[in-house]
């Protein structure tokens, strides 16, 4: 009989901590699994899921206004955010009762409470209890940040933003990034009056320049006021909202603003240091390739680790430390050539490296087409989309796959797979076009746009 109570208790019950608690109960291990808030973690309960559905309800509009120029007697009246919301929430309670209802089946214990890290084999939990595991892993993820200032406090988050009671007339949205950028999408799409403000020079950084640049051209002419260079002095409660003071002296009043600022991982008070364990400069937890801390029992995997911050790969990464620690198969998540898609409107997918990276490892072709798709073409839309391929000059290999325009999440999936088998230019060339379609593009751009 084991000396301790669990052959593994993991705290945190996201996506990539029920992997790991399921995997690892189904090679054998008891497994015991703490999470202080709700089941599913920020992807199921604040994050993908409930924006993806946002996404969609923003997205009405415009098909209607389509519709009725394809001939369609349509009209879209007032969105009811109420109703909703109301759905919304339902969703989430039903993927969250279906998240605690897999990993129990499992096996596994589930408690409702917040627990920390005594030592390497022992957790303290919220609810006064001790219990003690062979091996703890860690998968917190991540927290959103905001930065102090005068009247900061007044921001929320896309923590909140899920759970605001009614819909703003006019939001501010402060970031550049992914989840900034398609927030700003999505209340405009609803129809609330967005202002989207980002220090930067350009919104989306590390994502390919042109793509980049295509999206916050795009987002500007469907009547975001979307500024760079541009930032909050400070917030204050007046009696129209909320005002905004810029760095410049610009001043607005909103009935919310959104900060999207960036993520940090959500390491604080949980332990950690006392335990021995090693954080990085934003508190994240140092990992080997297999996902082991410096505290030999001690793993984590997910956003807490900042390695890539995505949910499948937080599943990958906790299902091979399943496999390792407790299936007697050893292996790795791998982060190379990651497919990935930013649901700004009009969305991004991209995969493998941007133009800019791949020009620092070496000589490169570019080969990119910019165009108005059949179906919004004929329902008078100016919009382009954008398809663009980095080869490699000498071994012919696409480096890198970036597309803007609606489904480019669908497209680059499948692009991903191209890409991650090292297909090569003339392997795309070889592929027959699908006609008509906006993807057909990818398989027939012959000629260069430019060389580097």
Known sequence: MSDFDFDLFVIGGGSGGVRAGRIAATHGAKVGLAEEYRMGGTCVIRGCVPKKLMVYASGYPGQVHDAA?????????????????????????RLEAAYRRNLGSSGAQIFDARATIKDPHTITLSTGETLTAKHILVATGGWPFVPEFPGSDLAITSNEVFKLDAQPERVLVVGGGYIACEFAGIFHGLGTKV??????????????DEARGHVADAMRERGIDLQVGQDVASMEKVAGGIQVTAKN????????????????????????????????????????????????????VGDVTDRVNLTPVAIREGHAFADTV???????????????????????????LSEEDAREKGPIEVYSASFRPMQSLFAGHEEKVLMKLVV??????????????????????M????????????????????????????VTMKTPTRTA
Do not use: C
């Open 69 to 93: 120029q394809y001939g369609w007697d349509a009209e879209i009246r007032g969105f009811d955010w109420t109703k909703f919301r109301g759905k919304l929430d339902a969703e989430l309670d």
């Open 392 to 413: 490699a000059t000498d071994t012919r290999v696409v480096l890198g796959v970036h597309i803007v325009g609606e489904h480019a999440g669908e497209m680059i999936q």
């Open 415 to 442: 692009a991903g797979i191209a890409v991650k088998m090292g297909a090569t230019k003339e392997d795309f060339d070889r592929t027959v076009a699908v006609h008509p379609t906006m993807s057909e593009e990818l």
């Open 249 to 300: 002296g610009d001043v607005i009043v909103v009935d919310q603003v959104l900060y999207a600022t960036g993520r940090n991982p959500n390491s604080t008070g949980l332990g950690l240091e006392e335990a021995g364990v090693s954080l990085g400069r934003k508190g994240e937890i140092l990992v080997d390739e297999y996902s082991q801390t410096n505290s030999p029992s001690i793993y984590a």
């Open 195 to 208: 202002t989207q403000y980002y220090r930067g020079e350009q919104v989306l950084r590390g994502f390919d």
């Open 326 to 352: 407790f299936g007697g198969t050893p292996r790795t998540a791998d982060h190379e050539l990651i497919a990935s898609a930013v649901f700004t409107q009009p969305e991004m997918g991209t995969v493998g």
